[in-house]
């Protein structure tokens, strides 16, 4: 009989593989006991040691089932794509990719919509992102998912490009499928030089407010150092910046903050800087827009 961690793929090992190189089920059971292997789900182990998280979960559920694919929330996260709480039913409000939605058999879709990511069978970035413009229980929610695609920005620690391109999303929602008018009268309301969830439910709630600042500008301190602050009414001089949950980690990202807000009060278009946590955005947009008006009017000629 072979080893039952040589018969492991990914970490992973399916009872129906150990039994077919020869593994009697009783002395199996006991084996995988005896050594400490997890249990994942009916018929799938991980070896000892391993955390079983959202991936190895994916992982054992697509050897068990071959045509399974990964969609909504789980492609998302696969894909370094943040969505809302709500998006797809299944993530946090954070705007960071969440506890991952269950992904079903996808034996329907077109396979140009299918790829392999991190390891794992998913939707495309484009597919992911139009399904979840469809599902979206909000226009917030459709559009901070195309935001983050089509942006270039760091998510769970890693720097990436843009995933996905307009046109793509374009082509991928002109297809007649449930929620695609919906989600096509949204698109216009992407802005790809968004930062961050939370500077796109900035923006939408600012518009609704018939607050138009300019997204990410480049400025320049007197030294030359380039900033770009999330928003900026240039006429009246007032800088609007959004700082996220995760932005002051540690003490150096505090201190960097505390640097950069410094330089940007130093740049010429700059007369006044206003900031605004993720959750005030999220939960007091009234608030939020209410002050920026009050700053408007206070900095008017």
């Not at 900033?227 to 001089?237: C, E, I, T, Y």
Request: glycine share 8%.
């Amino acid at each position: 009989m072979y080893e039952l961690a040589t018969l492991a793929r990914g970490g992973v090992l399916l009872t129906a593989r150990a039994l077919a190189a020869g593994w009697p089920p009783g002395r199996l059971a006991a084996c995988l006991r005896r050594e400490g292997w997890q249990r994942i789900c009916r018929g799938a182990w991980a070896v000892p040691g391993k955390e079983t998280d959202w991936r190895v979960r994916e992982t054992a559920l697509q050897l068990l089932r071959p045509r399974r694919v990964c969609g909504l929330g789980t492609a998302a996260r696969l894909h370094r794509i943040e969505v809302l709480a709500g998006a797809a039913g299944r993530t946090r409000a954070t705007g960071t990719a969440g506890p991952p939605a269950p992904a079903a058999s996808r034996a329907s879709l077109p396979p140009e919509d299918v790829c392999l990511r991190r390891g794992l069978r998913a939707t495309t970035a484009a597919r992911t992102v139009a399904d979840l413009m469809r599902a979206a229980g909000s226009r917030e929610e459709a559009v901070v998912a195309a935001d983050s695609a089509l942006s270039r920005r760091t998510v769970e620690g890693v720097r990436r490009d843009p995933p996905v391109r307009y046109e793509e999303l374009v082509a991928q929602l002109a297809v007649r499928r449930p929620g695609a008018p919906r989600a096509r009268a949204w698109l216009p309301l992407t802005d790809p030089a968004a930062g961050s969830p939370a500077e796109t439910v900035a923006r939408l709630r600012m518009a609704d407010a018939s607050l138009r600042p300019e997204c990410q500008p480049l400025l320049r301190t007197p030294g030359g150092r380039p900033l770009r602050p999330d928003f900026l009414f240039r006429a009246a001089g007032l800088a609007v910046e959004v700082e996220g949950y995760a932005y002051h980690g540690t003490r150096r990202a505090h201190e960097r903050d505390v640097a950069r807000f410094n330089a940007l009060q130093s740049c010429p278009e700059v007369r006044r800087v206003l900031r605004f946590t993720a959750r005030e955005v999220f939960a007091h947009p009234a608030r939020m827009t209410a002050e920026i008006r009050a700053a408007l009017a206070g900095l008017a000629p």
